[in-house]
Nanobody, 128 residues
Framework: QLQLVESGGGLVQPGGSLRLSCAASGFTLDYYAIGWFRQAPGKEREGVSCISSSAGSIVYADSVKGRFSISRDNAKKTVYLQMNSLKPEDTAVYSC?????????????????????WGQGTQVTVSS
């Protein structure tokens, strides 16, 4: 059974850091781009970052550039989102998703509709 499980969320003060993990089971990540998305109450889902199956293409939303960093370890079937200099406006439920691509592809997309599998999400709250 294909499954994505996020972890690493929590409560952090403004300026703090968190590292989210997205662990895959039931399939290999070699053929999938992975995206991180977030949704705050009353707002639409927003693409935060994505990384292609080859890791050769990485995209960040303007709102997180220079603060967030995405990486992947295909051997561990895990993708990470390092979040630094967190702001209250980063508060949201963060979800990872997998998009089927070719092996070692540079395809990557911030558009949710392109993704095939989703995790359940992890809450990130930035507050003093």
């Amino acid at each position: 059974q294909l499954q994505l499980v996020e972890s690493g969320g929590g409560l952090v003060q403004p300026g703090g850091s968190l590292r989210l993990s997205c662990a895959a089971s039931g399939f290999t990540l070699d053929y999938y781009a992975i995206g991180w998305f977030r949704q705050a109450p009353g707002k639409e889902r927003e693409g935060v970052s994505c990384i292609s199956s080859s890791a050769g293409s990485i995209v960040y939303a303007d709102s997180v550039k220079g603060r967030f960093s995405i990486s992947r370890d295909n051997a561990k079937k895990t993708v990470y989102l390092q979040m630094n200099s967190l702001k209250p406006e980063d508060t949201a439920v963060y979800s990872c998703a997998a998009m089927r691509t070719r092996y070692f592809s540079t395809d990557c997309s911030p558009t949710p509709i392109r993704y095939d599998y989703w995790g359940q999400g992890t809450q990130v709250t930035v507050s003093s």
